[in-house]
T-cell receptor, first 113, second 112 residues
């Protein structure tokens, strides 16, 4: 099983809302990632968790707050987003942070109104 | 600095024709190299990877890629394209940081 599951698939939120994106994997992977992808562009790394600890934060604004409650789950908490934050948010996981391939979920299409 | 270049932004091939998508990387040592495919509105699916060893690697859906150190290339090939192969293709590498560095992507269109 090489599946990474993301919920919800689609999300529309207002600029004053608080929402969360969820990601789950049961492959025993110890590294998990959040990427942001705008239309016609490659994914951009936002955060990396390795062994449930934040390893990389790519200078992401504080209105995005990641959380890794356990080795299978990764959340992205959203608050006070801007319309330009509308994008496809992709979660990925890999066996470890270096030297192994990453598997991606199907993404959450986020629209900020 | 590490980088990945995909010279072709858009490629159109006829169904049944052969395909080659180009990818060049920049890295001092041997990188880990990947090809991913993305259908519209979907996530990325791993087609194949190169870590070491045999420089010709086989992937899923009939794709293969060849690592050429002398040319810093990792081109993706398929002998006969199917209409369902129409998608966005990303070449990527990781170096010593483990961070995936993507190329800008190549959009493949398949003519009937």
């Amino acid at each position: 099983d090489t599946e990474v599951t993301q919920t919800p698939k689609h999300l529309v939120m207002g600029m004053t809302n608080k929402k969360s994106l969820k990601c789950e994997q049961h492959m025993g992977h110890r590294a998990m990632y959040w990427y942001k992808q705008k239309a016609k562009k490659p994914p951009e790394l936002m955060f990396v968790y390795s062994y449930e600890k934040l390893s990389i934060n790519e200078s992401v604004p504080s209105r995005f707050s990641p959380e890794c409650p356990n080795s299978s789950l990764l959340n992205l908490h959203l608050h006070a987003l801007q319309p330009e934050d509308s994008a496809l948010y992709l979660c990925a996981s890999s066996q470890k942070e270096r030297g192994t391939e990453a598997f991606f979920g199907q993404g959450t299409r986020l629209t900020v109104v | 600095a590490q980088s990945v270049t995909q010279p072709d932004i858009h490629i159109t091939v006829s169904e049944g024709a052969s395909l080659e998508l180009r990818c060049n990387y920049s890295y001092g040592a041997t990188p880990y190299l990947f090809w991913y495919v993305q259908s519209p509105g979907q996530g990325l699916q791993l087609l194949l990877k190169y870590f070491s060893g045999d420089t010709l690697v086989q992937g899923i859906k009939g794709f293969e890629a060849e690592f050429k150190r002398s040319q810093s290339s990792f081109n993706l090939r398929k002998p006969s394209v199917h209409w369902s192969d129409a998608a966005e293709y990303f070449c990527a590498q990781t170096g010593n940081t483990g961070k995936l560095i993507f190329g800008q992507g190549t959009t493949l269109q398949v003519k009937p």
